[in-house]
């Protein structure tokens, strides 16, 4: 398909007139993508019923910028490719189609072969004090779970004296100290107020409604306290919190003032009751965050679908419910959307990663969808949660609101948001990201041209409820991380992940626990499920082990990991062994073999060489080079010495024996001895036990004499022998040699 390039310019609108009945879908493109690596090439798919006015427009990941990729009045196509993309790339598009005024949006971001996010960023936890100690081992362990999941972690306790205004306070000291670009209030945590609108139409409901988006925004001053007075609305609204008058301490601004920097996620169930839940609010807590780390840990999982329940349909234009469909394609692939019953297809063995329910409401129901009290009582298999209702909106009610109760069912509901007015972007989320960077993105909707425009886009309302650091994507992690110190190096051992199709796993080490930057150690994954660290701090060591995994979604291709299996060990220099190994070793013809034993305990001496591969002691009798491992036993340290084993000239000396004229009148003859060898010694020996160190001894017995010359430089002997013969022969002369 032909394809142009121009800048985006214009933002959209999504509510229109249209002339004939429509139904949510027809505000929705159905968009899927798929990714060639070799390429490289991106390939956008849609639904397009009719010839239509399409709209196709990109942005890069970390860009402000959009480009109009393609556009055509009217057209029929269906797909589109784009080759310009790189293997390592993140781009988001989003596909416009009007057809006879009705106008319809899809969003995808597609990953092509991106690589790992190993740093999310700086989380701010904030727990409400009297919750520390109860739940101090949940608590540690979802700390474990952030930092393994690449968060630096700043921990703040909340006392009851804690303000509003503290609060922004410390989130800003965070800020100024390490940069933090997320906030997770858990527990009971003071809410912000805001402005002097009725968002979900009712003018009881006219006023302050909560403001998480306070928070979030850390560059405005113009958050101020003298204008709205709710008195003038001529409604007496619903609840006392919602009553907004100068100087109460709740802002007068509908909407952020300039936009939101931090993403911010509430879990809050103080306003839950506890006879309606059949338990403690610690309990709630606890539940929570053990769902929480059974998501993470693969302990809990949920079949790749998304459910829509929707009781409004088409509702003039806002389609609340296309928020169901238009984000759940991305995540789970368009034929994996269906629409259902909330509570009863959730709580009948069927689960689903995604799920939105739209309908008329108040503070603790949602009509079509369920109540309050439903959550009390039913599981509900969700993970990622929207609903949309009168009222619920506004989820510090005081008494089982019904978004707080969302998160406080049993199941696996991890995340919750008002999502219709405005409409939500969370289709980011296929592609590896946040739930907490959707939020951001949703929150400042107002700045991203590609983002159609919505009734309450970039309201102070806007806020997120749940675990803002919750991904879609979850790898199996690694288990039992031993540390071990092995002289100054660190041998990491753990037991294997269960994920399928996994690359191999990753080490990271910081020597700070939780504020520091986990520095990663394996240049590519390894594949066994060892690793040694040769370069460890002399101190504390942190360590988490990671599973890596090449993950394929309905939004393309990323490098994926399992959050951190954890491991620390506090590393003490120690100073490898002194040996007493010798350099050389020189064999001899009197010394022919030599034995090496060169360790006392708690050393352990390990030899390797021509005919040697033992712990010492060894016998060495070939000339070579030998390696001598040593070994502390206390340690682990070792030290590596070569040895060089010599062979000495050991050639025998070159020797002859002779015997001259026999003195027949005295019965005697002289021996002779001779060798060509300088600084040789003369040994004879022969009968009736003669023996000479003379070169040419006289003997007088006939019989058989040996002739021994020794080498004295290297020990080497040869021999030669001659035999006397009887003196009364007539020739008594011989000769002999070696």
Request: charged share 15%; aromatic share 10%; proline share 6%.
């Amino acid at each position: 398909m032909r394809a142009t390039v121009t800048c985006l310019l214009a933002f959209f609108a999504m509510v229109i007139n249209p002339l004939f009945s429509q139904t949510v879908l027809d505000a929705v493109v159905k968009i899927t993508a798929t990714v060639d690596i070799n390429e490289p090439m991106v390939t956008l798919t849609w639904e397009n019923p009719a010839p239509s006015d399409i709209t196709i427009f990109r942005r890069d990941d970390g860009s402000d910028v959009w480009l109009i990729y393609f556009q055509e009045n009217p057209s029929t196509e269906t797909t589109a490719d784009d080759p310009f993309v790189a293997v390592g790339g993140t781009y988001e598009y989003g596909i416009q189609r009007i057809i006879n005024g009705v106008t319809a949006f899809g969003y995808i971001t597609v990953k092509v072969e991106a690589p790992l996010v190993e740093d999310r960023g700086v989380m701010s936890l904030f727990v409400e004090e009297a919750l520390e100690i109860p739940l101090a081992t949940e608590l540690e362990r979802l700390k474990l779970d952030l930092i393994g999941d690449g968060w630096r972690v700043m921990e703040h306790s909340v006392p009851q004296s804690a303000t509003v205004a503290s609060i922004k306070s410390q989130i800003l000291d965070d800020l100024n100290n390490i940069g933090n670009n997320t906030v997770f209030f858990f527990g009971e945590i003071p809410v912000p107020y805001s402005g002097n609108a009725a968002w979900d139409g009712h003018p009881d409901h006219q006023g302050a409604w909560p403001a998480d988006a306070y928070y979030g925004d850390i560059q405005s001053a113009n958050w101020t306290d003298n204008t709205v007075n709710t008195a003038n609305n001529g409604t007496q609204p619903s609840r006392p919190e919602t009553v907004n008058v100068p100087g109460d301490g709740k802002f007068d601004n509908n909407f952020v003032p300039t936009h939101s920097e931090i993403a911010v996620g509430r879990v809050d169930f103080s306003n839950l009751s506890e006879t309606t839940f059949g338990t403690t609010r610690t309990e709630l807590y606890r539940r929570y965050l053990d769902k929480n780390h059974n998501w993470r840990s693969k302990q809990y999982t949920v079949e790749n679908k998304a459910l829509v329940d929707d009781n409004f349909g088409y509702f003039g234009g806002e389609a609340f419910a296309a928020n169901g469909y238009r984000n759940g394609y991305p995540l789970v692939g368009a034929n994996n959307v269906q629409a259902g019953d909330f509570f009863n297809d959730t709580d009948d063995g069927q689960s689903f990663l995604f799920a939105y329910g739209t309908g008329g409401g108040s503070y603790t129901s949602a009509g079509g969808v369920g109540t309050s009290a439903q959550f009390a009582s039913d599981t509900v298999n969700a993970v990622f949660v929207q609903l949309f209702g009168s009222y619920h909106g506004d989820w510090d009610y005081n008494n089982n609101p019904f978004m707080m109760s969302a998160l406080a069912s049993k199941g696996g509901i991890l995340n919750c948001a008002w999502a219709g007015r405005p409409h939500w972007f969370t289709h980011p989320l296929g592609a590896g990201e946040t739930i907490g960077y959707c939020a951001l993105q949703t929150q400042n909707t107002c700045e991203i041209p590609g983002y159609f425009n919505s009734f309450g886009a970039c309201g102070a309302h806007v806020s997120l409820l749940g675990d803002p650091s919750i991904r879609a994507q979850v790898v199996a992690p690694a288990s039992n991380v031993v540390a071990a110190q092995i002289c100054n190096n660190v041998e990491l051992n753990w037991t294997a992940s269960n994920q399928t199709g996994m690359v191999g796993y990753h080490v990271y080490r910081a020597n700070v626990f939780n504020t520091q930057y986990y520095a990663r150690l394996t240049s590519t994954p390894v594949t066994s499920t060892t690793f040694t660290d040769d370069s460890p701090n002399i101190g504390d060591n942190f360590y988490f082990v990671k599973a890596v995994v090449r993950e394929e979604t309905p939004s393309g291709i990323f490098f994926n990991t399992s959050t951190g299996a954890p491991a620390s060990l506090n590393v003490v220099e120690v100073t490898p062994p002194t040996t007493n190994v010798p350099m050389f070793i020189n064999l001899t013809c009197t010394n022919p073999t030599v034995v090496l034993n060169p360790c006392t305990p708690p050393l352990i001496c390990f030899v390797s060489g021509p005919g040697v591969s033992s712990n010492a002691p060894v016998t060495i009798n070939q000339q070579g080079v030998y390696i001598v491992t040593t070994t502390d036993a206390t340690t682990g340290c070792t030290v590596e010495d070569v040895v060089l084993v010599l062979l000495n000239d050991i050639t025998p000396s070159n020797v002859t024996a002779a015997m001259g004229n026999v003195n027949c009148a005295a019965q005697t003859t002289q021996l002779m001895g001779n060798s060509t060898t300088p600084g040789i010694s003369y040994a004879w020996s022969g009968p009736a036990g003669f023996t000479s160190s003379s070169q040419n001894p006289t003997v007088t017995e006939e019989g058989v004499y040996l002739l021994t010359v020794t080498n004295t430089s290297n020990g080497c002997t040869a021999t030669a022998n001659i035999t006397v013969p009887p003196f009364d022969m007539p020739d008594a002369s011989a000769s002999g040699g070696a």
